[in-house]
């Protein structure tokens, strides 16, 4: 908990760092291009004034722009005719600041920025450069404007900029938190793995050892007796390494994704090798045990034979295991299009409808009769087999109705 609090943390200063960044790029941008366009479009103004404040003439009031001009020393340049002063013209304030700036014009350099300028209703463009007469600097001259267009192009840029983070910001928090969740999710699935991992070995391990200590303690002497316990312990023993076999099946499968090679494969051919064991389990379970005429007359399909014999004997197994006495298996078999498909089914008790959606999740044994017994991978090998091959694996199933299972194959 401690380490995703701070990994929040982490991502919430990435999106405040973002933030700033962006508006102050932006911002940037904005005020570059707007002195750019500005100058370009004033200075030859500015250079015409200059030229005809350094013969001495005077200029006549504009509502466009402020001109103020300074020489070396900075005493102010009276530019303007009389009573045509400007108010601002005469503002201390503005003359402060211009002449803290004449240095840089009167060395040569041209002055451009926008800022804050007192005298007017928002800020402003000052455009400076330098007063020459036969090449000889002898002052320098400012034009100020009013810059309307850039707040408002400022502003809109940070309306825009607002929306789309905040837009943004709804959208990675979405991410984030679907990431979590299917984060917690994967950590708890990890611990259930663990859980049921511990779970099914405990059990053997237990009985191995409680049986083997009774037989090493000579605590039973009969000879059926001894024969049973022995019995058990190879039952229990056979169980692990099923369990264990499986286990390795399974990470194999999902972490190599192996390529399955495929070939023209007799279906019928397939059914029978699968069914085969079965069929002398069904009399010894007392089960009915039919494979279809569908079935048994499949076209051929293309394949992996050894992965699809694998799959149907998982759900043939699966059947048997909870088919209770003088219950019936079925395997059925249709084509539509180029696919086939094979049908396992049983009248079993079938599967919960809150079970059925994890059927394919390892560990997953819905038995209503509480007798499971195997590792409870089977079904989700089968399914990462038939993932793998490209096809499709389905259950469809009704508590008391029995349990359909359905896997698609592509016809030769």
Same mark, same amino acid.
């Given at each position: 908990?401690?380490?995703?609090?701070?990994?929040?943390? *982490?991502?919430?200063?990435?999106?405040?760092?973002?933030?700033?960044?962006?508006?102050?790029?932006? +911002?940037? +941008?904005?005020?570059?291009?707007?002195? &750019?366009?500005?100058?370009?479009?004033?200075?030859?103004?500015?250079?015409?004034?200059?030229?005809?404040?350094?013969?001495?003439?005077?200029?006549?009031?504009?509502?466009?722009?402020?001109?103020? +001009?300074?020489?070396?020393?900075?005493?102010?340049?009276?530019?303007?005719?009389?009573?045509?002063?400007?108010?601002?013209?005469?503002?201390?304030?503005?003359?402060?600041?211009?002449? /803290?700036?004449?240095?840089?014009?009167?060395? %040569?350099?041209?002055?451009?920025?926008?800022?804050?300028?007192?005298?007017?209703?928002?800020? @402003?463009?000052?455009?400076?450069?330098?007063?020459?007469?036969?090449?000889?600097?002898?002052?320098?001259?400012?034009?100020?404007?009013?810059?309307?267009?850039?707040?408002?192009?400022?502003? !809109?840029?940070? =309306?825009?900029?607002?929306?789309?983070? @905040?837009?943004?910001?709804?959208?990675?928090? @979405?991410?984030? *938190?679907?990431?979590?969740?299917?984060?917690? &999710?994967?950590?708890?699935?990890?611990?259930?793995?663990?859980?049921?991992?511990?779970?099914?070995?405990?059990?053997? =391990? +237990?009985?191995?050892?409680?049986?083997?200590?009774?037989?090493?303690?000579?605590?039973?002497?009969?000879?059926?007796?001894?024969?049973?316990?022995?019995?058990?312990?190879?039952? &229990?023993?056979?169980?692990?390494?099923?369990?264990?076999?499986?286990?390795?099946?399974?990470?194999?499968?999902?972490?190599?994704?192996?390529?399955?090679?495929?070939?023209?494969?007799?279906?019928?051919?397939?059914?029978?090798?699968?069914?085969?064991?079965?069929?002398?389990?069904?009399?010894?379970?007392?089960?009915?045990?039919?494979?279809?005429?569908?079935?048994?007359?499949?076209?051929?399909?293309?394949?992996?034979?050894?992965?699809?014999?694998?799959?149907?004997?998982? =759900?043939?197994?699966?059947?048997?295991?909870?088919?209770? @006495?003088? !219950?019936?298996?079925?395997?059925?078999?249709?084509?539509? !299009?180029?696919?086939?498909?094979?049908?396992? /089914?049983?009248?079993?008790? %079938?599967?919960?409808?809150?079970?059925?959606?994890?059927?394919?999740?390892?560990?997953?044994?819905?038995?209503?009769?509480?007798?499971?017994?195997?590792?409870?991978?089977? =079904?989700?090998? $089968?399914?990462?087999?038939? &993932?793998?091959?490209?096809?499709?694996?389905?259950?469809?199933?009704?508590?008391?109705?029995?349990?359909?299972?359905?896997?698609?194959?592509?016809? $030769?």
């Amino acid at each position: 908990m401690k380490r995703l609090f701070s990994s929040n943390l *982490w991502i919430a200063f990435v999106i405040l760092a973002i933030f700033i960044s962006g508006q102050l790029l932006g +911002a940037f +941008a904005i005020k570059h291009y707007f002195i &750019e366009s500005k100058f370009k479009e004033l200075q030859p103004s500015l250079s015409l004034v200059g030229e005809e404040v350094v013969k001495g003439e005077k200029i006549s009031r504009t509502d466009d722009f402020l001109i103020k +001009a300074y020489d070396v020393y900075g005493k102010e340049i009276d530019v303007y005719k009389d009573g045509s002063v400007p108010p601002a013209a005469e503002d201390e304030q503005v003359n402060d600041k211009l002449i /803290s700036h004449l240095p840089k014009v009167i060395s %040569g350099k041209t002055e451009t920025e926008i800022r804050e300028v007192p005298g007017f209703s928002s800020q @402003a463009i000052i455009i400076g450069q330098p007063l020459a007469e036969g090449g000889e600097v002898t002052g320098g001259i400012y034009l100020l404007k009013e810059a309307r267009a850039y707040q408002a192009a400022l502003n !809109g840029f940070y =309306l825009v900029f607002f929306v789309t983070l @905040a837009v943004g910001t709804i959208i990675i928090l @979405a991410f984030l *938190w679907t990431f979590i969740r299917q984060k917690n &999710e994967l950590e708890q699935m990890r611990k259930d793995y663990v859980a049921n991992i511990s779970h099914e070995l405990k059990t053997p =391990l +237990a009985s191995i050892k409680a049986l083997t200590e009774t037989l090493a303690d000579h605590v039973v002497t009969d000879p059926q007796k001894v024969d049973q316990y022995y019995s058990i312990i190879l039952r &229990e023993s056979a169980r692990l390494e099923k369990l264990i076999a499986d286990l390795l099946e399974l990470s194999r499968l999902q972490h190599k994704r192996a390529a399955f090679t495929k070939s023209v494969v007799d279906a019928n051919e397939v059914l029978q090798e699968a069914a085969e064991p079965f069929e002398i389990l069904a009399d010894d379970m007392e089960l009915r045990f039919r494979i279809t005429e569908a079935a048994q007359n499949l076209p051929a399909v293309y394949s992996n034979k050894d992965r699809i014999v694998q799959v149907l004997m998982i =759900l043939l197994d699966n059947a048997f295991k909870f088919t209770p @006495a003088h !219950g019936q298996v079925t395997i059925d078999a249709k084509t539509t !299009g180029r696919k086939a498909e094979i049908i396992v /089914s049983d009248n079993g008790p %079938g599967i919960s409808k809150e079970i059925l959606p994890q059927i394919f999740g390892r560990f997953n044994k819905e038995d209503l009769s509480h007798t499971s017994v195997g590792s409870g991978l089977g =079904l989700a090998i $089968a399914q990462e087999i038939m &993932e793998q091959l490209g096809e499709k694996i389905k259950v469809d199933s009704k508590p008391g109705s029995g349990t359909t299972f359905t896997i698609t194959l592509k016809r $030769a």
